[in-house]
Each structure stands twice: as structure tokens, then as C-alpha cells.
């Protein structure tokens, strides 16, 4: 299916995915005036956009090239959230990150000072001016962060409404199956189930899937499924207010684990469910309900929420965020393969990362040079350094 | 999970509909322990759970009120399954909680060395402008409601939609007073006779729905075939329908509209089988010649999931006499491989074919075709949970790169409410695909809902013993 006009010469650029990465990533490109086709063996949010929350966070990054990356997409998607329409559901909530004794809480501040000292908006919350922000959060907690600057969108929508504002041609139902190459080593396109598409540049926006896209071509990644399952409630009135987790999140997400991991992430939603995470497991593609992490889900949300114990949740998903070894996303120019940018792995902040991610890949199809801090995410990392296991968060483990 | 094989049943069975009886009844015959856990307050299922005075579906065939009676069967009604997974000892657990719907809620589970899901099926919609006007009520919710306490959905009643369960429902409507100026039968029975074979194999359905036919008759009830109501009118309540004639597709034929004053419309389109706790637990389906998903199952009635079996019309609708056939054969199966000496019973097995191949014609002939769409306005509403129109659904699929019903609920959030899409997922399904045809069924990782607090607490879950 093709739902735009489909250009007579050949796109400028091919986008690999239909997410909410590979739609910004169409977006930015088709603003800077390249032409763009988006393909996609699926529908549009198909993928781990249609599988996760919404959360646009900069408290859960630790100050440097993340952060950074985060405090950009969120000046980008305040933009987004005037040009596009409402139904992306947009909305400037702010986060609460509590911590559940003094240890934790001395952690968080400390993290919290050094994302101030790196330009986030960060205000601890005494303890006993957590239920002005929460009303209905359990006593005994010893504190907490505000970040005023953590937003919520709709990602489906905001991916739907990017591709749409884009004017990409897209072609939904159609698996890229390789990359085509020139006798010289630079890309020209790629193969897809119903034929061959050809375009300069390719960018590689397959999400969990991203991994295997070049790796005929040599220009394969470590991208691994991390799986997370979401619980999604009844519709409530406001009973969640911002979005509220726990401390132990952020180190979860660094944590260089196969087995499940748990902490507890709670936010409502603009159309009145509350939705429950986040569990971390390497598990491949597989989506079986694992009833084990539903119950430590549900387990923390009431400890955190107790008025939620009442209430049902209505259904469960599964989605796979896409992980590369070190937790950060691989953005720019492949060495390997001339032509080939990538746009991937980006864990559990996809939706958050992805404007910002759009920018610079954009930057790279109109070579430009990439700012010094996006050298962080550069994909031939993996290819010359060993496999080096990211340092843990100052945030102690539980 | 901290299970204790003595806690363990040999056979937990989800629905006590005939299906499930039947193989309670089986089961126990063989020695086998049985659990039997139904949502409602009594077994039966869907056409036995009401014993209907003056109506013809008759009492209860008497092994399945022994099976409820059996010392190894274990009854518990108003058990309301939400999940079924296998622990790490290989046992089964299924999980539910109890009480009525919304209230009193306390979580069950029971423990099981085999997995038996008999939990049938549930009525197709497909919207119409007007479909949710008061008086508009489900062929099958018509005929329940008469069964349980004889009450009538109205006075002039219009039966429509598609499929055998039409004629039946008429009859008992008429039977117990009602006056029904039509039944509206979007498939045509012409199309029966091109499927001699297979109707051949079960004359006793035959016979069935030729003893319907003349009940109607005597009752004065006109049979429209190849037609469908289009429209419902009213304000407060249906006051009359537009019957329009179709096409071989489906497609409403312009110019053959017509007004029929009722005070009641008792519509539905099929069934489609419940196959939630099961696609959950990772159990293949196939595509039914309607265009829904069954189970797979082997020729043990064994699901592609091993331990995992299923009966009656979760496998695909085939009716009563198919779901106690079945039952029974799932339930030797299951002794078998429990080491329980249980004979193959290839005539069973020979008759169970019959009817399951005399019902796959029968629902071949009543296929929704393609152009029911003809008869759906942008503005008419799908999903009523969501207020989501059917123009909106098309827009998602036209404007925002929807093809599946997944995506068209993320992008309009049609059939995310209460029925998680139970009521208009089948529509969505069908406005979507490409083809028109799903590609994949739904998936409801929850059968029911449940509290966060019963997930919270899952360690500590009491077994389920007595019924209450
Ligand atoms: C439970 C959970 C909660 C989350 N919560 C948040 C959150 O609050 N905030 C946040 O920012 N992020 C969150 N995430 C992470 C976020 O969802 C992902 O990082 C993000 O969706 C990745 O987007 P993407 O476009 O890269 O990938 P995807 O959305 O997966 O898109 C990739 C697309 O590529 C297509 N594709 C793959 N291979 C091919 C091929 N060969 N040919 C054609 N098409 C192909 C796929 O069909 C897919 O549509 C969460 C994830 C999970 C699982
Ligand atoms: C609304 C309706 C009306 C019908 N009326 C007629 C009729 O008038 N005449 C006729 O010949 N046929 C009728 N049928 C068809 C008839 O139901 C079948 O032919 C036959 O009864 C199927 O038997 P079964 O055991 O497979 O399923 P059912 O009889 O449907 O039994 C399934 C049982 O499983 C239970 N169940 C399902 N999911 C769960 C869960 N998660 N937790 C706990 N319990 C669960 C249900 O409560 C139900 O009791 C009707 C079907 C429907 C859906």
C-alpha cells in the first residue's frame, strides 16, 4: 500500500521502520527538504511504538550525551506539540521520581544536583510535600524529585502524525529483506518483498529489529530485544497526576541483566487509564504472558498508589525495547556502508529521543558534521571497542 | 509458585457449557479428578444454563447433570477465569476470581496435571446506523433472556442477521407470544444445495432447522433471505427498520429499501469462538471459513500447546451435539495421557467429523461478505465504549497507515473500553484488513478483568476447593 503519491525518481532517502524514530526521522528529512519513503513490513506503530508508554523524560538520564539528547527532544517536541494536532495528546505533566528511604533519597539528589548542573530542571520535594504533588501516594516514602520538564504523548498518534506531516510516501506491508550496495561499497537501496527500491541513503529505523537490517553488508549492530510488559487500568479520574516511579528505575534501565527486573513507573492518561510499568527481561521476541512480572508490576504500583488496589487492570502488553550493549541508541553514518545511516536502539526512551534523534540523522543525510556530544552514539563503537558493560547509575541497586 | 502437587487436580476444565460437562462427565467415568470452573451462577453454558419452561431445547442431557453430582467433579460457578499459565512444577494453574460481576471480588486459583478449555463462543455484530437504539438486542442475548425468565425484547420483534441460530431464535420468540413480521437472513439458503455433501453428513441439523421452518410458517413469519436491516429508526427506542435487499457480496442493492414498523430487533451474525485463554497461552488458531479464528486442535482435540486441550465451540462453532462429542473425546484423550486406560472410540471420532464438517459448510454459507460495509455511514458508531465512528476508522486506515485492528485501537482507541472490543472488534477487524479478512485474531491477554490488588497478591492466592 502506498499512501502518498509515490515520487517517479527515485526518494532521496529510505526509512527503514515506521515508528515513532523513523517517522521523526522522515519528518526532519522531508523539512530540510529531501524527499522520503518510509517502508515498513507492518502498519504504521506496528512495532515497540505501539507497544510502550509515552513518556517523554529527561529525569531518568544521567547528565552527558543522553541528557543532552533529552533536553533537545524536549524543546523539539514542545514545538511538535503546537504543529501537530492534539490528538497527539501532548502534555508538559512533569515527573516524580520518589525514593522509599534515606539511602535512596541521598542518591536520587545526587543525581537530581548533576542533571541541574547540566541544565535540567530538577526540585527535590521534602517528604512532606509529596501528596501536594500526589494526593494519593503511600506515606512513609522519604522523598522525592520533581522534573517539570518530563511530558507524555500519545506515540502511536504522535509516529501517525509525524509520517503524515512528513509527506513521505510510505509503503506499509512490505519487508525490507536487504540493503542493496554498489560494486563500490556504498548503499543504493534496498529489496523489499515486492521489489526494489532505490535512494542514496538508507536509514536504518528497525527498532528492536534494527540489528540484522545490514548485517549481510557487513554493517550489522548488537541490537537485542528487551522485553517490558505494560498493565493498563479502567479509565480513572486524575487519581495519577504526574508521572510517578521510583528510584530504582534508573538503575534498572543501566542494570546489565538477562533476568527480570522490576521497578515501578505510574502515570495516567489523558483519556483516563492509568498505565503500570516497567519490567526489563532478555528474553527474545518472545510475547508470552509472564504472570511473575505482572504481579511485581502491580505489586509496586499499590505499594506506591494503595487506592489502585481496588481497581482493574482491563488488558496487558508486551513490547520489546531495542538495546544495544551500553543502554544508548546508535545514531548517525555507518563507516562500514557509505549511504547507510542509523537511527536505533534506543531502549526505554524511544518515544522521548526520537525528534532529537530526527534532527541529527538529518544533519548526517545533508552531511553535516554531528555536534561532539552525539560521538557518544556513534555505531562503529561496537565494531573497534570490546563489549564494555556501562558503569551503574550512583543510584544503588536494590 | 509454591504449589503442592496434592493441591493438584488431574483436569482443570474452563465452562460448564455442554462441552465441558461432557467431558467433566467423561472424566470423572475414567477416575480423574476434575475441577469444572464457569463464570456463571449455573452450568449449562449457553443453551443449558436456563432451563426453559414451555421452550423446546428440553432438559439437560442426564450425564451432565451427573457430572455436575459426580464426588470427582469439583463445581465452581461464578468463577471468572483471567488467566491460565504453567508453573514450573509442569502443573497447570488457572487463575480466577469470584463473585457476580463487579462485586466481591476474591481470587481462586486451582492447580491441574491437564488444561481443558471449553469456553464457546460469543455473538458477531456488525453495526448498522441505529444498532444502538434501545430495542436492538442480540439474537442470542434474545433467546437467553427468554430462556432465563421468559422476558420479550418487545412485542413485534424483527429477527436479522445471518446464520441457523436466526431460525431458533424466531421460533422461540413466536413460541413464548411474540409477533415477528420477518426473519432476516442476509445469506441465501439457495447456497445450501451447493454443499450437498457435507449437509448430508448431519440430517438430524437438517431436520432441526426444517421443524423451525415450519414453526415459523405456522406463526405467519416471512423468511426474507438475501437481505439485511440497514437502518434502525426511533428516537427513544426502534420503532421500525429498513429492510434492504443484497448482492451475492453483501452489498445493499440501491433501490430495494424498505420500512418494517417493529418495537424490537433481535440481530446477530454468527459466533465467534472465545479463544482469549488460550491464544494467551500461546495455542495456534486457525482461520474458519467465516473469516474468525478457532483453536487448532489434533485429532485428540489437543491444542498445539502440549497438556493444553479444547472442546465445543472455542474450536470453532459446530453446535451442541459437536461440543458433547467433543467433550467426551478430550476427556479420553486426556486419561490417556494421564496413564488412565481409556479406549479411542473411533465412532465418536467418526461422528464428531461429521458434524464438524456439516457446521464448516454451514458457516461458509453464512460468511460475512465484503459488501456489509455498504451499509455502514461514516457517522454510525462502532465501538460504543469509545463513541469511535466508522468514519474515524476509516480515516485511521486511509489518512494514519492503520492495516489491523491493533493499530486502528491505538490510533482511535476503538475497543479499548470496558468490552475491550468484544462487542466491535470483529467490525474493526473487518473495516481494516486489506482484504477485508483478518489476519490474525485478537488478543486478550486478560479474559476478564482483574484487580490490581488479585495481581499483587498472586503468590498468596488461595487454592479453590468448595464451591461457595
Ligand atoms: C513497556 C515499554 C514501555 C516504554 N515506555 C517508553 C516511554 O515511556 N517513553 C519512551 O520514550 N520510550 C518508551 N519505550 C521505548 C520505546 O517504545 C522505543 O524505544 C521506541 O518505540 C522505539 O521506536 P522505533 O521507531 O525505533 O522502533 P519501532 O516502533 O519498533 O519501529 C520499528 C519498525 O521497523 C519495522 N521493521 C523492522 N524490521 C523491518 C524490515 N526488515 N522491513 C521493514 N520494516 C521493518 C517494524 O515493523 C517497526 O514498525 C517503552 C518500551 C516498552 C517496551
Ligand atoms: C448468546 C448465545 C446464544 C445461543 N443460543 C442458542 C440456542 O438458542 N440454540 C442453539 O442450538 N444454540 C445456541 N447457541 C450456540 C450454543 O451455545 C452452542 O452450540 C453450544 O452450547 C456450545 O457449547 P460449548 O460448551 O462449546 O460453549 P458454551 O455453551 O458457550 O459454554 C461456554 C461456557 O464457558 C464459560 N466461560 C467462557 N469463558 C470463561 C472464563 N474466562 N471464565 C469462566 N467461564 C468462562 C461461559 O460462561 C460458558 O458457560 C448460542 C450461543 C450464544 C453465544
Given at each position: 500500500?502506498v499512501?502518498?503519491?509515490?515520487p517517479?525518481?527515485?526518494p532521496?532517502?529510505i526509512?527503514?521502520g515506521?515508528g515513532?524514530?523513523?517517522a521523526?526521522?522522515?519528518?526532519?528529512?522531508?523539512?530540510?527538504?529531501?524527499?522520503?519513503?518510509?517502508?515498513?513490513?507492518g502498519?504504521?506503530?506496528?512495532?515497540?511504538?505501539?507497544?510502550?508508554?509515552?513518556?517523554?523524560?529527561?529525569?531518568?538520564k544521567?547528565?552527558?550525551?543522553?541528557l543532552h539528547?533529552?533536553?533537545?527532544s524536549t524543546?523539539?517536541?514542545?514545538?511538535?506539540?503546537?504543529?501537530?494536532p492534539p490528538d497527539?495528546e501532548?502534555?508538559?505533566?512533569?515527573?516524580?521520581v520518589v525514593?522509599?528511604?534515606?539511602?535512596?533519597?541521598?542518591?536520587?539528589?545526587?543525581l537530581?544536583?548533576?542533571?541541574?548542573?547540566?541544565?535540567?530542571?530538577?526540585?527535590?520535594v521534602?517528604?512532606?510535600?509529596?501528596?501536594?504533588l500526589?494526593?494519593?501516594?503511600a506515606?512513609?516514602?522519604?522523598?522525592?524529585?520533581h522534573?517539570?520538564?518530563?511530558?507524555q504523548?500519545?506515540?502511536?498518534?504522535a509516529?501517525?502524525?509525524?509520517?503524515?506531516a512528513?509527506?513521505?510516501a510510505?509503503?506499509?506491508?512490505?519487508?525490507?529483506?536487504?540493503?542493496l550496495?554498489?560494486?563500490?561499497?556504498?548503499?543504493?537501496?534496498?529489496?523489499?518483498?515486492r521489489?526494489?527500491?532505490?535512494a542514496?541513503?538508507?536509514?536504518?529505523?528497525?527498532?528492536?529489529?534494527?540489528?540484522s537490517?545490514?548485517?549481510a553488508?557487513?554493517a550489522?549492530?548488537?541490537?537485542?530485544?528487551r522485553?517490558?510488559?505494560v498493565?493498563?487500568?479502567e479509565?480513572?479520574?486524575?487519581?495519577?497526576r504526574h508521572?510517578?516511579?521510583?528510584a530504582?528505575y534508573?538503575?534498572?534501565v543501566?542494570?546489565?541483566?538477562?533476568a527480570?527486573?522490576t521497578?515501578?513507573?505510574?502515570?495516567?492518561?489523558?483519556?483516563?487509564?492509568?498505565?503500570?510499568?516497567?519490567?526489563?527481561?532478555?528474553?527474545?521476541?518472545d510475547r508470552?504472558?509472564?504472570?511473575?512480572?505482572?504481579?511485581?508490576?502491580?505489586?509496586?504500583?499499590?505499594?506506591?498508589?494503595?487506592?489502585?488496589?481496588?481497581?482493574?487492570?482491563?488488558?496487558t502488553?508486551a513490547?520489546?525495547r531495542p538495546?544495544?550493549?551500553?543502554?544508548?541508541?546508535?545514531?548517525?553514518?555507518?563507516?562500514r556502508?557509505?549511504?547507510?545511516v542509523?537511527?536505533?536502539g534506543?531502549e526505554g526512551?524511544?518515544?522521548?529521543?526520537?525528534?532529537?534523534?530526527?534532527l541529527?540523522?538529518t544533519?548526517a543525510?545533508?552531511?553535516?558534521?554531528l555536534?561532539?556530544?552525539?560521538?557518544?552514539?556513534?555505531?562503529e563503537?561496537f565494531?573497534t571497542a570490546?563489549?564494555?558493560?556501562?558503569p551503574?547509575?550512583?543510584?544503588?541497586?536494590? | 509458585?509454591?504449589?503442592?502437587?496434592?493441591?493438584?487436580?488431574?483436569?482443570?476444565?474452563v465452562?460448564?457449557?455442554?462441552?465441558g460437562l461432557s467431558?467433566a462427565?467423561t472424566?470423572?467415568?475414567?477416575?480423574?479428578?476434575v475441577t469444572?470452573?464457569?463464570?456463571?451462577?449455573?452450568?449449562?453454558?449457553?443453551i443449558?444454563?436456563?432451563?426453559?419452561?414451555?421452550?423446546?431445547?428440553?432438559?439437560?442431557?442426564p450425564?451432565l447433570?451427573?457430572?455436575?453430582?459426580?464426588?470427582?467433579?469439583r463445581?465452581?460457578?461464578?468463577?471468572?477465569?483471567?488467566?491460565?499459565?504453567?508453573?514450573?512444577?509442569?502443573l497447570w494453574?488457572v487463575h480466577?476470581v469470584?463473585?457476580d460481576?463487579g462485586?466481591?471480588?476474591?481470587p481462586?486459583r486451582?492447580?491441574a496435571?491437564?488444561?481443558l478449555?471449553?469456553?464457546?463462543?460469543?455473538?458477531r455484530?456488525?453495526?448498522?446506523?441505529g444498532?444502538t437504539?434501545?430495542g436492538?438486542?442480540?439474537?442470542?442475548?434474545?433467546?437467553?433472556?427468554?430462556?432465563?425468565?421468559?422476558?420479550l425484547?418487545?412485542?413485534?420483534?424483527?429477527?436479522?442477521?445471518?446464520?441457523?441460530l436466526?431460525l431458533?431464535?424466531?421460533?422461540?420468540?413466536a413460541?413464548?407470544?411474540?409477533?415477528?413480521?420477518?426473519?432476516?437472513?442476509?445469506?441465501?439458503?439457495l447456497?445450501?444445495?451447493?454443499?450437498?455433501?457435507?449437509?448430508?453428513?448431519?440430517?438430524?441439523?437438517?431436520?432441526?432447522?426444517?421443524?423451525?421452518?415450519?414453526?415459523?410458517?405456522r406463526?405467519?413469519?416471512r423468511?426474507?433471505?438475501?437481505?439485511a436491516?440497514t437502518?434502525?429508526?426511533?428516537t427513544?427506542?426502534?420503532?421500525?427498520?429498513?429492510?434492504?435487499?443484497?448482492?451475492?457480496?453483501w452489498?445493499?442493492?440501491?433501490?430495494t429499501a424498505?420500512?418494517?414498523?417493529?418495537?424490537?430487533?433481535?440481530?446477530?451474525?454468527?459466533?465467534?469462538p472465545?479463544?482469549?485463554l488460550?491464544?494467551?497461552?500461546g495455542?495456534?488458531?486457525r482461520?474458519t471459513?467465516?473469516g474468525?479464528?478457532?483453536?487448532?486442535?489434533?485429532?485428540d482435540?489437543e491444542?498445539t500447546v502440549?497438556g493444553?486441550?479444547a472442546a465445543?465451540?472455542?474450536?470453532?462453532?459446530?453446535?451442541e451435539?459437536?461440543?458433547?462429542?467433543?467433550?467426551?473425546?478430550?476427556?479420553?484423550?486426556?486419561?490417556?495421557r494421564l496413564?488412565?486406560p481409556?479406549?479411542?472410540?473411533?465412532?465418536?471420532?467418526r461422528?464428531?467429523?461429521?458434524?464438524?464438517?456439516?457446521?464448516?459448510?454451514?458457516?461458509?454459507?453464512?460468511?460475512?461478505g465484503?459488501?456489509w460495509?455498504?451499509?455502514?455511514?461514516?457517522?454510525?458508531?462502532?465501538?460504543?465504549c469509545?463513541e469511535?465512528?466508522?468514519g474515524?476508522?476509516?480515516?485511521?486506515?486511509?489518512d494514519l497507515g492503520a492495516r489491523d485492528?491493533?493499530t486502528?485501537?491505538?490510533?482511535?482507541r476503538a475497543?479499548?473500553?470496558?468490552?475491550?472490543?468484544?462487542?466491535?472488534?470483529?467490525a474493526?477487524a473487518?473495516l481494516?484488513?486489506p482484504?477485508g479478512?483478518?489476519?490474525?485474531?485478537?488478543?486478550?491477554p486478560?479474559?476478564v478483568?482483574?484487580?490490581?490488588?488479585?495481581?499483587?497478591?498472586?503468590?498468596?492466592?488461595?487454592?479453590?476447593k468448595?464451591?461457595?
Amino acid at each position: 500500500m502506498v499512501l502518498a503519491v509515490s515520487p517517479t525518481r527515485p526518494p532521496d532517502v529510505i526509512v527503514v521502520g515506521a515508528g515513532a524514530v523513523g517517522a521523526a526521522c522522515a519528518y526532519h528529512a522531508a523539512r530540510a527538504g529531501l524527499s522520503v519513503t518510509v517502508v515498513d513490513r507492518g502498519p504504521v506503530a506496528g512495532g515497540t511504538t505501539g507497544a510502550g508508554e509515552g513518556n517523554l523524560l529527561v529525569s531518568d538520564k544521567e547528565p552527558g550525551p543522553e541528557l543532552h539528547l533529552a533536553l533537545l527532544s524536549t524543546d523539539l517536541w514542545r514545538e511538535l506539540a503546537d504543529a501537530l494536532p492534539p490528538d497527539i495528546e501532548y502534555e508538559a505533566k512533569g515527573g516524580l521520581v520518589v525514593a522509599p528511604d534515606a539511602g535512596r533519597l541521598d542518591a536520587l539528589r545526587a543525581l537530581a544536583a548533576a542533571q541541574s548542573a547540566a541544565g535540567a530542571e530538577a526540585r527535590p520535594v521534602p517528604a512532606a510535600a509529596l501528596r501536594d504533588l500526589e494526593p494519593h501516594l503511600a506515606p512513609g516514602l522519604a522523598g522525592g524529585v520533581h522534573y517539570p520538564q518530563d511530558a507524555q504523548v500519545m506515540p502511536a498518534l504522535a509516529a501517525a502524525r509525524l509520517l503524515r506531516a512528513s509527506g513521505a510516501a510510505l509503503r506499509l506491508g512490505e519487508e525490507v529483506t536487504a540493503l542493496l550496495t554498489t560494486a563500490a561499497g556504498r548503499v543504493r537501496g534496498v529489496r523489499t518483498t515486492r521489489g526494489d527500491l532505490h535512494a542514496p541513503c538508507v536509514v536504518n529505523a528497525a527498532g528492536a529489529w534494527a540489528g540484522s537490517l545490514g548485517r549481510a553488508a557487513g554493517a550489522g549492530l548488537p541490537v537485542r530485544p528487551r522485553r517490558g510488559f505494560v498493565l493498563v487500568t479502567e479509565p480513572l479520574p486524575r487519581v495519577v497526576r504526574h508521572k510517578v516511579y521510583t528510584a530504582d528505575y534508573v538503575a534498572d534501565v543501566a542494570a546489565d541483566t538477562a533476568a527480570l527486573r522490576t521497578s515501578t513507573v505510574v502515570e495516567g492518561t489523558a483519556a483516563g487509564p492509568v498505565l503500570v510499568g516497567a519490567s526489563r527481561e532478555l528474553t527474545g521476541y518472545d510475547r508470552t504472558l509472564s504472570l511473575p512480572a505482572l504481579r511485581r508490576l502491580a505489586a509496586g504500583a499499590v505499594a506506591l498508589f494503595p487506592v489502585l488496589a481496588g481497581v482493574r487492570a482491563l488488558r496487558t502488553y508486551a513490547g520489546f525495547r531495542p538495546c544495544l550493549p551500553d543502554r544508548l541508541p546508535a545514531i548517525g553514518p555507518d563507516p562500514r556502508l557509505p549511504g547507510l545511516v542509523h537511527a536505533c536502539g534506543h531502549e526505554g526512551a524511544g518515544i522521548g529521543l526520537a525528534p532529537a534523534t530526527g534532527l541529527l540523522v538529518t544533519r548526517a543525510l545533508t552531511g553535516g558534521e554531528l555536534p561532539a556530544w552525539a560521538r557518544a552514539f556513534r555505531p562503529e563503537r561496537f565494531a573497534t571497542a570490546p563489549k564494555e558493560p556501562r558503569p551503574e547509575t550512583p543510584t544503588p541497586p536494590r | 509458585m509454591p504449589t503442592s502437587p496434592s493441591d493438584a487436580r488431574d483436569l482443570a476444565i474452563v465452562g460448564a457449557g455442554p462441552a465441558g460437562l461432557s467431558a467433566a462427565a467423561t472424566a470423572a467415568r475414567l477416575g480423574l479428578t476434575v475441577t469444572l470452573l464457569d463464570a456463571a451462577p449455573r452450568p449449562g453454558g449457553q443453551i443449558r444454563r436456563h432451563p426453559a419452561p414451555g421452550l423446546r431445547t428440553g432438559p439437560p442431557d442426564p450425564s451432565l447433570r451427573r457430572a455436575q453430582l459426580h464426588p470427582l467433579v469439583r463445581h465452581l460457578p461464578r468463577h471468572h477465569v483471567w488467566s491460565a499459565a504453567r508453573g514450573e512444577t509442569g502443573l497447570w494453574t488457572v487463575h480466577a476470581v469470584t463473585g457476580d460481576d463487579g462485586d466481591g471480588e476474591r481470587p481462586v486459583r486451582v492447580t491441574a496435571r491437564a488444561l481443558l478449555l471449553a469456553t464457546g463462543a460469543h455473538e458477531r455484530h456488525l453495526p448498522f446506523p441505529g444498532w444502538t437504539l434501545p430495542g436492538v438486542v442480540g439474537a442470542g442475548g434474545a433467546q437467553a433472556m427468554l430462556k432465563s425468565d421468559l422476558v420479550l425484547p418487545g412485542r413485534r420483534v424483527v429477527v436479522a442477521g445471518s446464520g441457523p441460530l436466526l431460525l431458533a431464535v424466531a421460533s422461540s420468540l413466536a413460541a413464548a407470544g411474540a409477533r415477528v413480521p420477518a426473519v432476516v437472513e442476509a445469506a441465501g439458503y439457495l447456497r445450501y444445495a451447493r454443499r450437498p455433501a457435507a449437509l448430508a453428513a448431519d440430517p438430524r441439523k437438517l431436520a432441526e432447522g426444517a421443524a423451525h421452518l415450519a414453526a415459523l410458517l405456522r406463526h405467519h413469519v416471512r423468511l426474507l433471505t438475501r437481505s439485511a436491516v440497514t437502518a434502525a429508526h426511533g428516537t427513544d427506542r426502534v420503532e421500525a427498520v429498513t429492510v434492504t435487499r443484497l448482492g451475492p457480496d453483501w452489498r445493499p442493492l440501491p433501490g430495494t429499501a424498505r420500512r418494517l414498523p417493529c418495537d424490537a430487533l433481535a440481530v446477530g451474525h454468527g459466533l465467534v469462538p472465545q479463544t482469549d485463554l488460550a491464544t494467551t497461552l500461546g495455542c495456534a488458531t486457525r482461520r474458519t471459513a467465516d473469516g474468525t479464528f478457532a483453536l487448532l486442535l489434533d485429532d485428540d482435540l489437543e491444542t498445539t500447546v502440549r497438556g493444553v486441550w479444547a472442546a465445543g465451540e472455542s474450536a470453532g462453532v459446530a453446535g451442541e451435539r459437536a461440543a458433547l462429542a467433543e467433550g467426551e473425546l478430550a476427556a479420553r484423550a486426556v486419561a490417556r495421557r494421564l496413564g488412565r486406560p481409556a479406549a479411542l472410540s473411533p465412532a465418536l471420532r467418526r461422528r464428531r467429523a461429521r458434524l464438524r464438517a456439516f457446521a464448516d459448510a454451514m458457516t461458509a454459507v453464512h460468511a460475512p461478505g465484503p459488501g456489509w460495509t455498504g451499509w455502514l455511514p461514516d457517522a454510525t458508531e462502532v465501538c460504543r465504549c469509545e463513541e469511535v465512528t466508522a468514519g474515524r476508522v476509516r480515516a485511521a486506515v486511509r489518512d494514519l497507515g492503520a492495516r489491523d485492528a491493533r493499530t486502528v485501537k491505538l490510533l482511535t482507541r476503538a475497543g479499548m473500553g470496558w468490552c475491550q472490543g468484544r462487542t466491535c472488534g470483529q467490525a474493526v477487524a473487518r473495516l481494516t484488513a486489506p482484504d477485508g479478512r483478518p489476519a490474525a485474531p485478537e488478543r486478550r491477554p486478560f479474559a476478564v478483568p482483574v484487580t490490581l490488588g488479585t495481581l499483587a497478591a498472586l503468590d498468596d492466592t488461595p487454592h479453590g476447593k468448595e464451591p461457595r
